[in-house]
């Protein structure tokens, strides 16, 4: 009996198995858990599956592989991390798509992770309808009024899948003929990034306020980029002060990828709006490029750097809109390109191409902009890249004609050209403003003038075959445009889902005047800390408030305030109901610093690394110089290199503070190594020059508990004439 009981639960057991293998089969509904590997189509329970990622980006709790299956995740949360505030330490991969060809992955939530989604090798891959917002993001360290040169990103390597470094809401490698339509990924760092994929469809998609990227396309070629809505993919700028973009965009098209279609997408409020570069193939040999895409229809405004770079390739750049930005267009080195039928608005320069050749320039208007056209070229550039010795790079042969130019402030800027074609122009709300030199050979002007009718070249505007139904991607009359509204946060771009008090500006009696901006609403004043009098004590939105800074010489303002209105996604993506009470303050802290730094030259025997004996002598000894003030960035970039060698040089800085109980976030941005040390305790060390590969790996920073007057000193030393020092005191505030 005992073995007839046996032999009914093994046949039990198999029977369950084979039901569950069945149901899987059959499309059956199931429940998720850590290590699941689907291979057949299925839907998912729809829940929140929360598993925290793993410290390898090739690992994921959820691994899809097969052919024709179709995985309905049928809205359900794959959630790593739940330290939503912190996603600088989000790691691991939320699903990997690890083998199989005609996948479609649809209705999927991943959050909390480094990485959402992964896929490498898959052919006809299809995610749809998924939302991967709020995955990794670094914290970003410049301020409101001092840049930091260590959020700078570098996307120009990813054989070994660099990029990963970045994170991502979709990272796909060796994809070929996708389909990535209605997706969302915002509030992140990086968007959808391709690497070898090619014959792809990308539309429909809202990839908007990353840090990063929206889309990046490496090796990846013949796909079509349609009807995104890639809006503030940004970092690096404060409006007023500093506009550097440090290589984030809305569109990224590296190394080999040519024969590409982006058209209809908004792409602005990007560090650049579409930033192209030929590659490191390129640079090493001449050869190749980013060649053949076609940009078109595309609206690129509001850029702080370029609205469309183009650089070391040929592409035709046709009827988009580039308004308000450094460049319309920076074409270096470009050639063979076609520019043509594009709305150049209030740019500082609208076209900008050094070492260009064989390029038209047609039909395109211009209006307002400080300069219409430079063209240049520098003869004694050193040809120190294999680019520039096997390639002809001289500025010449350009076809500039049938264009309108309106109120421009100079029209042309040209120096070291020839064969410069300027013909059938026409120019109103001023004269024929040019900024020509003897440099300048061959150049002729026809027909340019106010009285000249342009004619329209229809052979420019291409055919396009799209079978797919496209989405109106560009912003709502309505939503806030300009370059005003980027809105840098310690998480990147401010998305207007949710109200903020932003600082306009803080006059010299210190009376600090604030935009109030979100959804609609009301807002009161719950309580305010380090300042007084405010102008109201309730209002709505859009409105404004100004309130009188205490006078202390520290700077530690906190007005919290009560909002209810719309429906508010807070920054780390929580969301309130409409009505619901939604807490949010206006914070500034500021330090007064007053710095000392004493500046040291070392050789070999003083070198920090092969004799820091000897370097800390030197270090305690007599300095070279000594400056000070009160913000340190600023005391090193006014020494930096001032009657002293740029290289093989040391400073020690040194300040006292006096600060509130509390938590606070360190952070040192350095070059090339440093110490910090708090009432003489070390407490960040970055002291190996051969860890800095990248721009981040010259931050470090440290949360650590601080009350009451405490003594600072940095140690910094460097052997090359990479010049930055930036120091970061701020409180540790906790979460509404």
Same mark, same amino acid.
């Given at each position: 009996?005992?073995?007839?009981?046996?032999?009914?639960?093994?046949?039990?057991?198999?029977?369950?198995?084979?039901?569950?293998?069945?149901?899987?089969?059959?499309?059956?509904?199931?429940?998720?858990?850590?290590?699941?590997?689907?291979?057949?189509?299925?839907?998912?329970?729809?829940?929140?599956?929360?598993?925290?990622?793993?410290?390898?980006?090739?690992?994921?709790?959820?691994?899809?592989?097969?052919?024709?299956?179709?995985?309905?995740?049928?809205?359900?949360?794959?959630?790593?991390?739940?330290?939503?505030?912190?996603?600088?330490?989000?790691?691991?991969?939320?699903?990997?798509?690890?083998?199989?060809?005609?996948?479609?992955?649809?209705?999927?939530?991943?959050?909390?992770?480094?990485?959402?989604?992964?896929?490498?090798?898959?052919?006809?891959?299809?995610?749809?309808?998924?939302?991967?917002?709020?995955?990794?993001?670094? %914290?970003?360290?410049?301020?409101?009024?001092?840049?930091?040169?260590?959020?700078?990103?570098?996307?120009?390597?990813?054989?070994?899948?660099?990029? !990963?470094?970045?994170?991502?809401?979709?990272?796909?490698?060796?994809?070929?003929?996708?389909?990535? %339509?209605?997706?969302?990924?915002?509030?992140?760092?990086?968007?959808?990034?391709?690497?070898?994929?090619?014959?792809? !469809?990308?539309?429909?998609?809202?990839?908007?306020?990353?840090?990063?990227?929206?889309?990046?396309?490496?090796?990846?070629?013949?796909?079509?980029?349609?009807?995104?809505?890639?809006?503030?993919?940004?970092?690096?700028?404060?409006?007023?002060?500093?506009?550097?973009?440090?290589?984030?965009?809305?569109?990224?098209?590296?190394?080999?990828? #040519?024969?590409?279609?982006?058209?209809?997408?908004?792409?602005?409020?990007?560090?650049?709006?579409?930033?192209?570069?030929?590659?490191?193939?390129?640079?090493?040999?001449?050869?190749?490029?980013?060649?053949?895409?076609?940009?078109?229809?595309?609206?690129?405004?509001?850029?702080?750097?370029?609205?469309?770079?183009?650089?070391?390739?040929?592409?035709?750049?046709?009827?988009?809109?580039?308004?308000?930005?450094?460049?319309?267009?920076?074409? $270096?080195?470009?050639?063979?390109?076609?520019?043509?039928?594009?709305?150049?608005?209030?740019?500082?320069?609208?076209?900008?191409?050094?070492?260009?050749?064989?390029?038209?320039?047609?039909?395109?208007?211009?209006?307002?902009?400080?300069?219409?056209?430079? !063209?240049?070229?520098?003869?004694?550039?050193?040809?120190?890249?294999?680019?520039?010795?096997?390639?002809?790079?001289?500025?010449?042969?350009?076809?500039?004609?049938?264009?309108?130019?309106?109120?421009?402030?100079?029209?042309?800027?040209?120096?070291?050209?020839?064969?410069?074609?300027?013909?059938?122009?026409?120019?109103?709300?001023?004269?024929?403003?040019?900024?020509? @030199?003897?440099?300048?050979?061959?150049?002729?002007?026809?027909?340019?003038?106010?009285?000249?009718?342009?004619?329209?070249?229809?052979?420019?505007?291409?055919?396009?075959?799209?079978?797919?139904?496209?989405?109106?991607?560009?912003?709502?009359? @309505?939503?806030?445009?300009?370059?005003?509204?980027?809105?840098?946060? @310690?998480?990147?771009?401010?998305?207007?889902?949710?109200?903020?008090?932003?600082?306009?500006?803080?006059?010299?009696?210190?009376?600090?005047?604030?935009?109030?901006?979100?959804?609609?609403?009301?807002?009161?004043?719950?309580?305010?800390?380090?300042?007084?009098?405010?102008?109201?004590?309730?209002?709505?939105?859009? $409105?404004?408030?100004?309130?009188?800074?205490?006078?202390?010489?520290?700077?530690?303002? @906190?007005?919290?305030?009560?909002?209810? #209105?719309?429906?508010?996604?807070?920054?780390?993506?929580?969301?309130?109901?409409?009505?619901?009470?939604?807490?949010?303050?206006?914070?500034?802290?500021?330090?007064?610093?007053?710095?000392?730094?004493?500046?040291?030259?070392?050789?070999?025997? #003083?070198?920090?690394?092969?004799?820091?004996?000897?370097?800390?002598?030197?270090?305690?000894?007599?300095?070279?110089?000594?400056?000070?003030?009160?913000?340190?960035?600023?005391?090193?970039?006014?020494?930096?290199?001032?009657?002293?060698?740029?290289?093989?040089?040391?400073?020690?800085?040194?300040?006292?503070?006096?600060?509130?109980?509390?938590?606070?976030?360190?952070?040192?941005?350095?070059?090339?190594?440093?110490?910090?040390?708090?009432?003489?305790?070390?407490?960040?060390?970055?002291?190996?020059?051969?860890?800095?590969?990248?721009?981040?790996?010259?931050?470090?920073?440290?949360?650590?508990?601080?009350?009451?007057?405490?003594?600072?000193?940095?140690?910094?030393?460097?052997?090359?004439?990479?010049?930055?020092?930036?120091?970061?005191?701020?409180?540790?505030?906790?979460?509404?």
């Amino acid at each position: 009996m005992k073995g007839l009981k046996n032999i009914g639960s093994f046949v039990f057991l198999l029977s369950c198995l084979f039901a569950a293998k069945l149901s899987l089969a059959q499309g059956g509904s199931i429940a998720l858990y850590k290590g699941i590997v689907i291979k057949h189509s299925v839907t998912v329970k729809k829940k929140i599956y929360h598993f925290e990622g793993a410290d390898s980006l090739y690992e994921a709790p959820i691994v899809i592989e097969g052919d024709n299956i179709t995985v309905d995740f049928n809205g359900a949360v794959v959630l790593g991390s739940t330290d939503a505030e912190n996603p600088d330490k989000f790691k691991g991969t939320g699903v990997i798509i690890k083998a199989g060809k005609n996948i479609v992955l649809k209705n999927l939530v991943v959050k909390g992770f480094k990485v959402g989604v992964m896929a490498r090798g898959i052919t006809a891959l299809k995610i749809i309808n998924g939302d991967f917002s709020y995955n990794f993001r670094q %914290h970003l360290n410049s301020s409101r009024q001092t840049e930091d040169l260590a959020d700078w990103q570098s996307y120009h390597h990813n054989e070994k899948d660099e990029w !990963l470094r970045f994170g991502a809401g979709i990272y796909l490698r060796d994809c070929d003929s996708i389909d990535i %339509h209605n997706n969302t990924i915002t509030d992140g760092q990086c968007g959808l990034m391709m690497t070898n994929c090619n014959h792809g !469809l990308v539309y429909n998609n809202n990839f908007s306020f990353n840090s990063g990227i929206g889309i990046g396309l490496y090796r990846s070629n013949r796909n079509q980029i349609l009807y995104n809505k890639l809006d503030w993919n940004v970092r690096g700028y404060s409006y007023g002060v500093y506009y550097r973009g440090q290589d984030s965009a809305g569109v990224l098209v590296f190394e080999q990828s #040519g024969d590409n279609t982006f058209a209809w997408n908004s792409v602005t409020h990007s560090g650049d709006g579409f930033f192209l570069w030929a590659g490191q193939t390129t640079m090493d040999t001449g050869e190749g490029g980013c060649n053949d895409n076609l940009v078109f229809g595309n609206d690129f405004s509001y850029a702080p750097t370029n609205a469309v770079e183009i650089t070391f390739s040929r592409n035709k750049i046709i009827n988009n809109i580039l308004h308000d930005s450094w460049h319309g267009i920076w074409g $270096g080195f470009s050639y063979n390109t076609i520019i043509a039928n594009n709305d150049f608005a209030g740019n500082l320069s609208a076209i900008a191409i050094e070492h260009g050749k064989d390029n038209i320039i047609a039909q395109n208007s211009f209006n307002n902009d400080k300069v219409g056209i430079e !063209l240049w070229s520098n003869p004694k550039r050193v040809k120190d890249i294999g680019y520039l010795q096997k390639r002809d790079t001289r500025s010449m042969n350009y076809s500039i004609s049938d264009n309108s130019f309106k109120n421009e402030k100079n029209i042309f800027n040209i120096n070291n050209s020839t064969d410069i074609h300027i013909n059938n122009n026409l120019l109103s709300g001023g004269t024929l403003q040019q900024k020509l @030199d003897s440099t300048v050979k061959n150049i002729d002007f026809d027909k340019t003038g106010d009285q000249v009718k342009p004619h329209t070249d229809s052979s420019f505007f291409p055919k396009l075959t799209l079978k797919v139904n496209g989405q109106d991607a560009m912003l709502s009359r @309505d939503h806030p445009k300009g370059k005003k509204y980027i809105m840098m946060t @310690d998480w990147g771009p401010y998305n207007f889902s949710y109200p903020i008090a932003w600082e306009e500006k803080t006059d010299s009696t210190g009376k600090v005047y604030l935009d109030m901006i979100g959804p609609a609403g009301k807002w009161k004043i719950l309580h305010i800390k380090g300042a007084s009098n405010p102008s109201a004590l309730s209002g709505e939105f859009p $409105g404004k408030l100004a309130i009188q800074k205490d006078s202390t010489a520290l700077t530690d303002i @906190d007005t919290e305030m009560e909002y209810k #209105g719309e429906t508010v996604i807070s920054p780390f993506g929580i969301k309130y109901a409409k009505a619901a009470a939604y807490n949010f303050h206006y914070r500034k802290f500021e330090i007064p610093f007053k710095w000392q730094m004493k500046w040291f030259v070392f050789d070999t025997i #003083g070198d920090p690394l092969k004799h820091p004996t000897q370097f800390e002598k030197l270090i305690g000894g007599t300095p070279v110089k000594t400056t000070g003030g009160t913000v340190l960035s600023k005391v090193f970039g006014l020494g930096f290199g001032k009657n002293i060698a740029r290289e093989k040089i040391a400073t020690v800085s040194e300040a006292g503070i006096d600060v509130p109980e509390g938590l606070y976030r360190i952070g040192i941005s350095a070059s090339e190594m440093t110490r910090v040390y708090v009432d003489g305790k070390l407490i960040i060390e970055n002291w190996d020059p051969a860890k800095l590969i990248y721009d981040a790996d010259y931050h470090r920073d440290i949360v650590m508990p601080l009350k009451g007057k405490h003594a600072i000193r940095i140690e910094q030393a460097q052997y090359g004439d990479y010049g930055m020092l930036n120091l970061m005191i701020q409180p540790v505030y906790k979460s509404n």
